[in-house]
């Protein structure tokens, strides 16, 4: 069987599809009930390097940013990627700081969303971090490290289950 080599612009521009974006409106719609409208951000602009995916305007005028997650097919976990380029030592997205409100992360093939606040995951984050890398490097406890092969370099993630990041995200 052949290695999975990945690419960010094909994988983004499937995430961009017509389909794609006719379920992530259905999924806002229900999230956000009092949703004016919402604005995907298609191109390669500043927002889209602050990880702005889409921006949606509530009725009470409240501007919310979302960068979307998207995986083909439902895992139990959710991938956390901590390093974007291990040739260039590049941070991934959980190590940087992003002009958002949410991660929507989404399962395509059972049409299922998760809503992860941006602030609350990222102080989870920082504060397990270590723990969760040890698990995921000893595939331990649903953990699991994943190595996404690229054309030129990988990128590096931490695949954390579904339930524990849920749970270590509510709202205290």
């Known amino acids: 069987m052949g290695e ?3 690419c960010f612009e094909e994988t983004n521009g499937r995430t961009k599809s017509v389909r ?3 379920l ?3 999924i806002y719609r229900k999230y956000f009930p009092d949703m004016i409208f919402s604005y995907p951000n298609l191109r390669k602009n500043d927002a ?13 005028t409240r501007i919310i940013r ?6 083909e097919k439902t895992y139990p976990d959710i991938l956390l990627e901590y390093v974007s380029n291990d040739r260039k030592n590049s941070p991934g997205w959980m190590n940087t700081d992003p002009f958002i409100d949410y991660i929507a992360y989404a399962f395509i093939d059972t049409q299922t969303c998760y809503f992860l606040s941006w602030d609350m995951l990222k102080r989870t984050w920082v ?3 270590d723990e969760w890398l040890e698990k995921a490097k000893e595939n ?5 490290h994943v190595i996404a092969k690229n054309k030129f370099f990988n990128t590096l993630s931490i695949a954390v289950p579904l339930t ?6 509510e709202r205290r």
């Open 127 to 129: 504060r397990y971090f």
């Open 48 to 60: 889209q390097f602050l990880g702005i995916d889409r921006v949606i305007v509530l009725r009470s």
């Open 20 to 22: 794609h974006l006719v």
């Open 164 to 169: 524990l990041l849920l749970k270590k995200n």
């Open 140 to 144: 331990k406890e649903g953990f699991k």
């Open 66 to 71: 979302i960068d979307e997650k998207v995986r």
């Open 24 to 26: 992530w409106d259905e």
């Open 4 to 6: 999975v080599i990945h």
